[in-house]
């Protein structure tokens, strides 16, 4: 199911057909590096069998980023609810195949989702969780007119909480 549209991507639903793209982005050990550790084969099926409870229980959760121009899944991107310090919070997040790392492909799929959420949900904000040296996440996040919240401890680890309020949307 087709989500949203940008100038050159679609978001749609992931399925587990999807396997085999979504490995060459989190498999990938340079693209997964401000995580624990790369996913291996079994790890992307799950991933993707996560994402698809998601869809059935909130309606959103990462979502497939096909490139319009030749239809292939170079990423995903898209709204998480993240427990941050005992509160749910709406997340935007994303991932891109490295060999399309610097198009602007991430902040593109980022503000398709940010207009989304605000439109569709009844959020009053909207966050994205970073691990602080993780600047090109950074740069997606502050291009998507976030600002840092607060700094936390997450899963283990310091995280800061970028966040874009509803009223300045
Ligand atoms: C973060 C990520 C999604 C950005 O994807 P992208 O499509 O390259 O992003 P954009 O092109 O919109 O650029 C965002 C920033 O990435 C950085 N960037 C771009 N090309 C880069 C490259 N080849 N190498 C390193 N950083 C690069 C730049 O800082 C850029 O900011 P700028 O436009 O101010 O220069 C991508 O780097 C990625 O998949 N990283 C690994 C997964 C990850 O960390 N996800 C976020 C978890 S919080």
Redesign the pocket.
């Known amino acids: 199911m087709q989500i949203l549209e940008t100038f050159r991507l679609t978001l749609r639903e992931f399925t587990p057909d999807d396997a085999d793209a979504l490995a060459l982005v989190l498999s990938d050990p340079e ?1 997964m590096r ?1 995580y624990p550790a790369a996913f291996d084969r079994t790890g992307v099926e799950q991933w993707i069998a996560r994402n698809m409870r998601r869809y059935a229980e909130h309606g959103y959760g990462l979502w497939a980023m096909v490139l319009k121009a030749n239809g292939e899944v170079i ?1 995903d991107c898209g709204l998480t609810v993240q427990n941050v310090e005992g509160s749910n919070e709406v997340e935007i ?4 195949r490295r060999d ?8 593109e799929a980022a503000r398709g989702c940010r207009d989304y959420g605000f439109e569709k949900l009844p959020v009053e904000r909207l966050v ?3 691990r602080p040296e ?4 950074r ?2 996040a502050e291009k998507n007119g976030m600002k840092v919240w607060k700094e936390i401890t997450w899963r283990g680890l310091p995280h800061l909480v970028y966040a874009v309020q509803r009223r300045e949307f």
Do not use: C, E, M
Not at 93 to 96: C, D, K, S
Not at 100 to 107: F, I
Not at 134 to 137: A, D, F, G, L
């Open positions: 693209t401000f990423g997040g994303y991932h891109v399309r790392w610097g198009h602007g492909l991430a902040s994205s969780l970073i993780n600047i090109p996440s740069r997606v």
